[in-house]
């Protein structure tokens, strides 16, 4: 059957704004997200919202913005109508959430619609209400200055696009999900959420960093709050904060990761790359952290015309922007833990004062200052782990330093992590320092300094040769596949020659890497499944560092321990192994206290 000719026409306007209603308004959240940025842009302190039956059947917001001049209010339902762009030059350098002037009549033009407004200043409000984008009342109405906008029976006149709503819950899910955005992206708003009569959420005004504090611990939890670190850092005009959970703080999704650029909430995959990236050395590969990010940027270098919904936002210098995210960051997580290193005199380092302690006898307080590993120890082992090529901070200037190092048995207190006292079934260390008791993993805490070390050493390819070569068998497997894993070999730092069509010989190792590992380490290197492939040069540190680090049930001296503590300190991300478990436990004196209810 021959197709019948139909001949090109200009769409009618209702037509148009319903299929342009497909790329803004996709469910009851979109039209949410829509109405509060008009809200925000008109400068509203207080926006409340009402739904019922999850945005579908209602949704109202109400705000006391500078409202709408009377005879603009007609114009603001007509497509490409805007207050908020004139000009090119204007779209080079958008200050607003909105500006393209197409929610309004893509919402009404898909469910009855009503609009009250009054400007600053005027004497009276104007009500208008549409349904399916028609015009059917125009009258004056009173209330303050402000916006009140109502949608009812979202795509009552569209069932095709109703029918894919999802249930109610799950609609309302999203409305929360999208709340709490918005409620991270307005501190200054006062804004209240609620479903017929019942309060959902509410959250005040936030002007100084303790309500900020409190907003963000409504929104992700309490503990998110006590294991975050707030930061803020400038450069070049550029800025970026917020809130960046610790390592050990972290999920299995990347559902908590939020993102605003000039105060627009966006998803954009450079700057998750670019957190994810800060977290490599902290976090296991399926972990994901925990980030509240705010990067504030000259408008020019940040295009938001990219799409309807305006979640996606192009970079005009995207390298420079992601290398500023990801090492500033990065510096965020590394310096959460600054060690602080008393100055000792010269003449009070050569002091060789020891006490007794309740674990016996320790060492001199200065050689456990400095991080001596006690000659007499026996344990070449350790002395090889952890001796070599030890530096610590440089001390602070003499002007900053107090009387109260000039005793070395206080001298532990100027410490983070102030003087060993013992362990515990050989596997952690338990230390005191001025703010109360610690306990340190012995293996996880070895393993971040071995791994920072192996990073630092990797640069310069160094190897150390063995006394005597190693001579490792190996099984037929494990033969077939050395020709195959030799590069791993060599990242590895290992170097070696085949002694046999069963077995290796071990010529050299990266320093420091002790030589009961290396079996271990070529195992793991000609596994069925290698742990790590050839170039991922961080996982074989790990890996390296992991298979290098004393294990549990290892004793340790009191000079030993200590000697560990002072290297940890000086150390890049010391509260956090390589895997992002924590390596410190840290009770304060008030928290010890109610452990033992003193003080009630």
């Known amino acids: 059957m021959p197709e019948t000719r139909r001949r090109v026409q200009v769409m009618s306007p209702q037509l148009a704004d319903r299929i342009a209603a497909g790329e803004v308004v996709e469910r009851p959240a979109s039209v949410l997200k829509e109405l509060i940025e008009n809200s925000l842009d008109a400068g509203a302190r207080h926006i409340d919202v009402l739904i019922e039956g999850a945005g579908i059947e209602l949704l109202e917001v109400q705000d006391d913005g500078i409202g709408i001049e009377a005879e603009d209010l007609p114009l ?12 090119d030059g204007e779209l080079e350098q958008i200050h607003s959430f909105g500006f393209r002037g197409e929610a309004l009549p893509a919402i009404a033009s898909v469910a009855r619609l009503e609009i009250t407004s009054r400007a600053v200043g005027a004497n009276a409000a104007r009500h208008l209400r549409l349904a399916a984008g028609i015009l059917e009342e125009d009258t004056p109405a009173a209330r303050a200055p402000g916006t009140t906008v109502r949608v009812e029976d979202l795509f009552y006149n569209v069932p095709a696009r109703r029918k894919f709503l999802k249930a109610p819950g799950t609609e309302l899910g999203r409305i929360q999900k999208l709340w709490r955005q ?9 804004l209240r959420l609620q479903q017929g009569k019942r309060l959902l959420a509410q959250y005040p005004a936030a002007l100084s960093e303790a309500d900020q504090d409190a907003r963000v611990a409504a929104i992700l939890g309490e503990e998110f709050l006590r294991n975050a670190l707030r930061f803020a850092q ?10 960046l959970g610790l390592p050990s703080f972290n999920r299995p999704r990347a559902d908590e990761q939020y993102f605003f650029v000039n105060g627009r909430a ?30 504030e940027l000259p408008s020019e270098l940040v295009d938001v015309n990219v799409h309807p919904a305006k979640t996606e936002v ?22 959460q833990a600054r060690p602080r290193a008393p100055y000792l005199p010269p003449t009070e380092r050569s002091e060789q004062r020891s006490g007794a302690g309740f674990f016996g006898t320790q060492a001199p307080l200065t050689d456990l200052a400095v991080g001596r590993v006690r000659e ?55 230390a005191e320092n001025k703010e109360g008791m610690l306990l ?17 050493q990797r640069s310069t390819g160094q190897q150390q040769a063995l006394l005597l070569p190693l001579q490792i068998e190996l099984s037929p497997a494990q033969g077939e596949r050395l020709e195959e894993r030799a590069e791993l070999l060599r990242e590895a730092s290992l170097d070696w020659s085949r002694s046999g069509p069963g077995s ?19 195992a793991d290197c000609l596994a069925e499944q290698a742990t790590w492939q050839a170039g991922q040069g961080d996982e074989r540190l790990a890996e390296m560092a992991c298979h290098a680090a004393i294990k549990d049930h290892h004793p340790l001296s009191l000079a030993e321990m200590n000697a560990l503590l002072r290297q940890l300190e000086a150390t890049p991300r010391y509260t956090q192994c390589n895997h992002g478990r924590p390596t410190i436990v840290q009770w304060n004196l008030a928290e010890l206290d109610r452990l033992f209810l003193r003080g009630r």
């Open 76 to 87: 603001a339902l007509s497509r490409h109508a805007t207050s908020k762009l004139y000009d």
């Open 182 to 190: 918005l409620a991270l992206s307005a501190f200054p708003v006062d």
């Open 234 to 243: 400038e450069n070049n005009g550029w800025r970026l904060w917020g809130w």
């Open 266 to 295: 966006v998803q954009d995959a450079g700057l998750r790359h670019a957190l994810r990236s800060a977290y490599a050395d902290v976090l296991y590969q399926d972990r994901q952290p925990v980030a509240i990010c705010y990067l």
């Open 314 to 335: 192009r970079f005009r210098e995207a390298r420079q922007i992601h290398d500023f995210v990801r090492h500033t960051l990065a510096e965020i997580i590394a310096d």
């Open 376 to 430: 007499d120890s026996g344990d070449d082992y350790w002395q090889k782990l952890v001796a070599p090529g030890f530096r610590y901070p440089p001390p602070p200037s003499p002007e900053s330093s107090s009387s109260s190092v000039s005793d070395p048995e206080e001298l532990w207190k100027g410490y983070p992590l102030g003087r060993a006292l013992g362990q515990i079934h050989q596997r952690f260390i338990v």
């Open 440 to 456: 340190i993993d012995q293996h996880a805490a070895h393993e971040r300094i071995l791994y920072e070390r192996f990073k630092a």
């Open 504 to 522: 290796l010989r071990i010529h050299a190792c990266a320093p420091g890497f002790p030589q009961s590992a290396i079996a271990d380490l070529v």
